[in-house]
Every structure is written in structure tokens, then in C-alpha cells.
């Protein structure tokens, strides 16, 4: 009989051995250990299969899929798998500071809903500075979708959730499996979906328990999609939110990827599709205008100066797991 843990840590990864070994590590780290780890590499891949190989602890698994379907076909694969009754996501690329699951399961056991989101705040690290975010907690009877979205100042952040900050039920992961259609914003659009269920809502930790590492000099997908894809996904998700999150969404995160091409038509064209579809603030114009009037790497410099703080907890540095592995 298969032995059950209280939580599933799904990480899915293809081709970045050192970067999944540290998020396992820091998985295998926690201070609650009653957990499974699930790492889905996502189509064949020698070199993370022999570094995961090389971590001696029976509570990690380790799946490799015959060909690639992308990150949230991963997840759902690992979902699949997880015998827990939690399911906690990590990027292969952040890391959990060592107390991340005893604390969201406090959380989790104060929550009113049946099936809880339970988030958490993380701390953003850049190769300039880092710091907080959310930058605040939902308030009472806000709409999930402009909690998500709405900025009340011109950085992003003020309330905002990531993929390695959630956990939830395994059977809610299951009710509402992620899109593997989705190439960004993949945490948004399934947390959307999901709490679009009566049973489901969203609770956070309210400390950093997540780090997220802002690594600019490697690819990420989610500078890399196409603006009009990720637009088409906006419109279709547009019965998910109110009239002011679309509006947000269209003058930030769909206007951020396409402002590099200096289309004045293109330009024309979202904010159309904002006030057509939406209904903008005051801070939604001069988002947009100052994401088309400043280059990206110059406004992220502003923000990292105004925003950065220091004193926030840092990652255990354990030594390496004993070896939990079954004598034979």
C-alpha cells in the first residue's frame, strides 16, 4: 500500500539541472516534513535526471515524460500523480524559505471555504535589489479579478499571486487543471477559473515565504509571447472579470508585450480595446503611457530603486539531506 503524505510538492522542469535542484532542496528543507516531491521533467532530459538522481531522499519522485508539452501539462501530470490531499506548487526556478508549508497549513485550517486557495506574499529578487509583494492583502468583498490587477501606483504588485505561492487541494487542482494553452500569466488565468466556483476562496499568508528569483539574464517564456496571443486569451478570459480588471490588464501586462514593437497602430489599438471592453482609471492611463514612452530596462531600474528592501528572511542554507533512501 502506497504511503500518504499531508502535502504534494509538484515541480515541474526541463533542462535546468541546477536551478531544480535548488528548489528541491529547499522543498526537501521545510519544517513541516510530512511531504512528497513530485518533479515532472518535462520530456527527455539526462542531465536534471542524473542531478535529481544524485538527492538521497525516498520522499522525492521524479517523473520524465516522453516528449515536451510545456509547464502547465507538467503540473497537470504531477497533480495526476500526488497522493496528498494538498497540493503545493514550485517553479524550478524559485525557492521556499523553510517554514512556507507550516505556515500556509495554518492558514488553510482557519479557512472558511471548503476548498481554499491559500497564497502567500514573496520576496522579488532581481539582480538590483528586491523586495515585497503583494504590497497588500485583498480587502473585503473585492472582486478577485481587480485584486489581481488593479494597481493603485505605477508598478506592479500592489496585489498580485504567483504559481510557487499557491497550494490547495488536490482535488480542487483536479476539479480545474491548468490550460496548457496559456504561455503567460498561467497562475492568473487558473486562479481566475478556479475561484469562479462557489466552494472556492482565495486566503493568504501574510508573511514572504516564497523567492522569487528575477534572473534577467536567462530566457524566460514570459518575455518571449507574443502580445497578440496573450490578448486572445484576455478576451476569452473576459467573462472571469469585471469591466476595470480587463481595462488594467490590457494597459499593463498585454501593453508591456507589445510596446516593443513602436506601433503607433498597435498603440491605438489596445487602448481602444480597453475603453471599448473596459472601464480605465486615472492610473491605467499613465501606465500605459509610460510603458510606451519608457524602455523596459530603464523602468524596471526606477522600480527596483523605489520599491527595494533588504530585511526580509533569507532561504536556510541546510546541509545536504540525509539519505532517507530503504536499506535494501
Known amino acids: 500500500m502506497l ?7 509538484v515541480i515541474p522542469t526541463h533542462s535546468r539541472p541546477d536551478l531544480v535542484t535548488r528548489a528541491v ?19 527527455p532530459d539526462q542531465a536534471t535526471r542524473a542531478a535529481l538522481d544524485a538527492i538521497a531522499d525516498t520522499r522525492l519522485r521524479v517523473i520524465e515524460l516522453p516528449e515536451r508539452g510545456g509547464a502547465p501539462q507538467a503540473r497537470n501530470v504531477g497533480v495526476r500523480q500526488a497522493r496528498a490531499p494538498w ?19 495554518d492558514v488553510a485550517r482557519g479557512a472558511s471555504a471548503p476548498l481554499p486557495i491559500v497564497a502567500s506574499r514573496l520576496i522579488n529578487r532581481t539582480p538590483r535589489a528586491e523586495f515585497v509583494i503583494p504590497r497588500r492583502l485583498p480587502g473585503p468583498d473585492e472582486p478577485p479579478s481587480e485584486y489581481f490587477t488593479v494597481r493603485r501606483g505605477l508598478f506592479h504588485g500592489d496585489g498580485f499571486i504567483q ?7 488536490t482535488e480542487l487542482f483536479r476539479r480545474v487543471p491548468f490550460d496548457p494553452t496559456v504561455p503567460r500569466m498561467q497562475e492568473l488565468d487558473w486562479s481566475l477559473r478556479a475561484l469562479s466556483h462557489d466552494d472556492v476562496a ?13 534572473d534577467e539574464n536567462r530566457p524566460r517564456i514570459s518575455l518571449r509571447s507574443p502580445w497578440q496571443a496573450q490578448l ?5 478570459s473576459r467573462p472571469l472579470m469585471t469591466p476595470r480588471a480587463y481595462a488594467a490588464l490590457t494597459m499593463s501586462v498585454i501593453s508591456s508585450m507589445a510596446a516593443p514593437t513602436r506601433s503607433g497602430k498597435v498603440f491605438a489599438s489596445l487602448l481602444r480595446e480597453a475603453r471599448r471592453h473596459g472601464r480605465p482609471g486615472t492610473l491605467d492611463y499613465l501606465t500605459f503611457a509610460q510603458i510606451w514612452l519608457i524602455p523596459p530596462d530603464l523602468r524596471r531600474t526606477v522600480r527596483d530603486m523605489m520599491l527595494k528592501r533588504r530585511d526580509w528572511p533569507q532561504p536556510a542554507q541546510p546541509a545536504r539531506p540525509a539519505d532517507r533512501s530503504v536499506a535494501s
Not at 504511503?3 to 510538492?9: E, F, I, Y
Not at 521545510?30 to 520530456?43: C, K
Not at 486572445?232 to 476569452?236: D, K, N, P, S
Open 232 to 236: 486572445e486569451w484576455l478576451r476569452r
Open 25 to 43: 532542496r529547499s522543498a526537501l528543507a521545510q519544517s513541516f516534513e510530512d511531504i512528497e516531491v513530485i518533479v515532472v521533467i518535462d520530456g
Open 87 to 105: 497540493v503545493a506548487l514550485l517553479d524550478d526556478d524559485d525557492e521556499w524559505l523553510p517554514h512556507k508549508l507550516a505556515a500556509q497549513l
Open 3 to 9: 504511503s500518504t503524505s499531508a502535502v504534494s510538492v
Open 163 to 169: 504559481t510557487s505561492t499557491i497550494m490547495a487541494p
Open 202 to 214: 482565495l486566503v493568504f499568508a501574510d508573511e514572504p515565504l516564497v523567492i522569487w528569483h528575477q
